[in-house]
């Protein structure tokens, strides 16, 4: 049968007996499934009801808990206990409160006195050691109620011992009013039983906690079967003769009760015969009309899947604007609406980057095998460089997001004039570009590069504006038997990445050794976020000496990283890692803190009564809290402000100008110095650096060790301590190694010293005798 049309016929009424039989079978199987369905969906209920129980005794224990571990219950003082137990602890289901100490003496919380040493609670937790109760329902013998009363027990413990308990009563009003809501089917209710079987609570008023479940069921053997389990289902006969079906489910939070739900069976599956009898019947009538609308329908459908055909060669042949049929009201006409729709992002979803319109990474990867073989043939050494432009998130700030979109058509049009045939360009992520590039060897290579970022970088307007782009590279070098081009990228990229760390505006070759650099610095900045915690830090001191007098000024604090992995690392690549991983805050404040608590140990031990000087990283001090943590660790350490000295940069002071100026005024104002480090290595702007409420000037070590040999050095330092000294300003030479250095910046007037000559940096035992200072200048 070639005819679509007989074909259609055949397999469709055979299809449709062959799915009419199985529904039948499985219609059959799943009517008799219903009578567990539906006793499923009873035990969820219960579940449900079960739990919701569960959740509010579990409210009940909570709070007995935490009263029992208040301060105010824990000092078993009446005088406190009382006030605090009725403004802050009842809620309208909790109808009082006790207190008792371990002789029983108690107090409730409708203020009398009471004696609880025969009760329940106080043998199971003062006498038997127990921690928290809840009891089964029972009256009071105290109060006339209405309603049983529940209690909720708790030890009261002051320093690992038991001095007393805190006993909470619920009336089980609470629980008759959650079984009296539980409404399902006509005859649906629930009730709630202890796990001997006694009532909890009932909907029925007259039957009460005396009442056992043997008095409402009549067969033994299902009080036993549903007090055994911990949820199911039963059938039972209750004392009316009426068939029930009981659904149970533990209330975990409880004395072992359980909550049971109960419906007559009539009730329970009146729904599912009549659902068996509209299934017959409509499987029936289901049959004989698809039979009879086989036929035509296997007419209707014949044309359109022609049709449907020939849009589907056209398409493989690679005509895209081809266009099926959406109008045929069935699954055909989804199919073609569906066709439709492939095509229109087959035909929008090309190769191409909607930015650039040069190929994309995908359309890369595509093309690199094929580009490969071209190098091989001819023997030429194959590379890929991924090239990206240096702060191009400036660009997008400055001149939003279409200046960086143009800037990038921009570079992709050059990269275009830059490749060679066998060559491929590609946009890759953002702002980056991914080359297949070749060469006769690595000296060609090299000077191919170096072209490469030199067309690429420079001037360029952009909307009427001049830029000055500046672009990295990293490049890695393909071996002949490649089979992962996507390792050969990766390591093209990490070279980027370490371009990036050179500042740019240059290109870095991947080698195994910059592999394991950047493998080294990963496992160090996981090291590092743990260093504080495991207690790797510590803090050594460097004497700063008064030029004249001798007399120890201040003390600078150094960090010191001893990792075991590691050993010692240079703080300056601590410090880096630190600040870009965000580490630094919390290291700053460990060195803050220590430092302070260390100068008050020497000032409290007579040793020591001068300043300790600690530095502070840019990002640290551009942190939004930084004058609150400083005040913070002042507190907690007792140190006296007075006595602190915080040293920024020079090229910290000069970003954010005024922001840094009111930092430091308030820092000024709680009496802390302030010292600008290294001070001579940046671009100072004077109109600025006269607001800072400065006190020392130190200058950087570099000039103290070129001015015995330099002019240019020696007349820097000249120019700074009499700048200083105009300003008022204490000077701070750092560096100072030898004797004549030190008599030369006394000659020109520094006012301290600092260096190895003086003192190397030490733990804080080694550096409180006066004498090592002095025999130094004697010598």
């Not at 969906?41 to 959740?55: N, P, T, V």
């Not at 006195?113 to 006498?127: A, F, G, P, V, W």
């Not at 490469?452 to 782009?469: A, N, P, R, W």
């Not at 990490?494 to 760390?501: E, F, G």
């Amino acid at each position: 049968m070639k005819s679509i049309r007989k074909q259609m016929f055949v397999y469709l009424v055979l299809g449709v007996l062959v799915v009419f039989f199985v529904f039948g079978i499985w219609m059959n199987i799943t009517v008799n499934e219903l009578p567990e369905y539906a006793a499923s969906q009873y035990r969820e209920m219960a579940q449900a009801r079960a739990d919701e129980l569960s959740k509010e005794l579990q409210g009940f224990v909570d709070l007995v808990l935490m009263t029992a571990q208040t301060d105010v219950v824990k000092s078993m003082d009446l005088d406190r206990i009382k006030p605090y137990l009725k403004s802050a602890v009842l809620t309208p289901k909790i109808r009082n409160m006790t207190v008792s100490d371990l002789n029983g003496k108690a107090w409730a919380t409708y203020d009398r006195e009471i004696d609880i040493s025969k009760q329940e609670q106080y043998k199971r937790i003062i006498l038997g050691g127990e921690s928290v109760i809840l009891s089964d329902p029972f009256w009071s013998p105290y109060i006339e109620e209405t309603f049983p009363i529940v209690t909720i027990a708790s030890a009261v413990e002051n320093e690992g011992k038991t001095v007393g308990l805190v006993n909470a009563v619920v009336s089980t009003q609470f629980l008759d009013q959650v079984v009296r809501r539980i409404e399902f089917r006509k005859t649906g209710f629930a009730w709630i039983v202890d796990q001997e079987g006694k009532v909890v609570s009932h909907p029925d008023y007259d039957i009460t906690i005396e009442t056992p479940l043997t008095d409402l069921m009549k067969e033994p053997e299902a009080v036993a079967k549903l007090l055994k389990s911990k949820s199911g289902t039963q059938n039972y006969t209750c004392m009316d003769g009426v068939e029930r079906i009981a659904i149970y489910s533990d209330i975990e939070a409880s004395n072992g009760w359980k909550l049971i739900m109960s419906v007559a069976q009539a009730d329970a599956y009146s729904e599912i015969n009549s659902i068996k009898w509209n299934m017959n019947l409509m499987y029936g009538a289901m049959v004989l009309l698809v039979s009879g609308f086989a036929f035509f329908y296997s007419r209707s459908l014949s044309d359109p899947i022609m049709k449907l055909k020939t849009v589907f060669e056209k398409a493989a042949a690679g005509n895209l604007n081809v266009r099926a049929d959406e109008t045929v009201k069935n699954e055909i006409g989804m199919a073609g609406k569906s066709f439709n729709t492939m095509i229109q992002q087959l035909k929008r979803l090309t190769y191409r980057d909607p930015v650039t319109q040069i190929y994309n990474f995908n359309r890369f990867m595509f093309e690199i095998e094929n580009r490969l073989d071209l190098h091989r043939e001819r023997m030429a050494l194959s590379y890929i460089v991924v090239l990206s432009i240096d702060d191009f998130s400036r660009l997008n700030s400055i001149g939003g997001h279409d200046t960086g979109s143009l800037a990038l058509k921009s570079l992709a049009e050059k990269l275009i004039a830059f490749i060679r045939v066998d060559e491929v360009v590609a946009s890759y992520f953002g702002d980056e570009m991914i080359l297949l590039l070749s060469d006769e060897d690595e000296f060609q290579m090299s000077k191919r590069v170096e072209r490469l970022l030199e067309i690429s970088s420079g001037e360029m307007i952009i909307k009427g504006i001049q830029y000055t782009l500046d672009v990295s590279a990293g490049v890695n070098l393909i071996p002949p038997d490649l089979t992962d081009p996507t390792t050969m990228i990766q390591r093209a990229k990490i070279a980027k990445l370490m371009t990036k760390k050179l500042d740019g505006n240059r290109f870095v070759i991947y080698n195994e050794a910059l592999h394991d650099m950047v493998k080294r610095e990963q496992f160090i900045e996981e090291a590092l976020h743990h260093s504080v915690e495991r207690g790797e830090f510590t803090v050594v001191y460097q004497p700063i000496v008064d030029a004249k007098t001798h007399e120890v000024y201040a003390h600078e604090a150094l960090l010191r990283w001893q990792n075991t992995a590691y050993g010692q690392v240079a703080i300056p690549y601590i410090i880096e890692l630190a600040e870009k991983t965000g580490d630094i805050l919390e290291i700053g404040r460990f060195v803050l803190e220590a430092a302070c608590r260390q100068n008050l140990n020497w000032v409290q031990q007579h040793t020591y009564d001068g300043l300790v000087s600690v530095n502070v990283s840019s990002l640290q001090f551009e942190d939004f809290n930084f004058v609150a943590s400083v005040k913070e660790v002042l507190k907690v350490t007792g140190m006296p402000p007075e006595r602190l000295e915080i040293e920024i940069t020079e090229t910290n002071a000069m970003l954010n100008v005024e922001d840094k100026i009111s930092k430091l005024r308030e820092l000024k104002e709680l009496g802390i110095k302030i010292a600008v480090d290294d001070f001579g290595t940046g671009y100072s702007s004077l109109s600025y650096f006269t607001q800072f409420p400065i006190d020392t000037l130190k200058i950087d070590k570099s000039f103290v060790e070129d001015m015995m040999r330099d002019e240019n050095a020696l007349a820097i330092v000249s120019m700074i301590v009499n700048m200083a000294k105009t300003m008022r300003i204490k000077t701070t030479a750092e560096g100072v190694e030898t004797k004549d250095q030190y008599n030369k910046l006394l000659s020109m007037g520094v006012d301290r010293i600092q260096g190895y000559w003086i003192s190397k940096p030490g733990p804080p035992e080694q550096l409180t005798s006066k004498d090592h200072i002095k025999g130094v200048f004697e010598d």
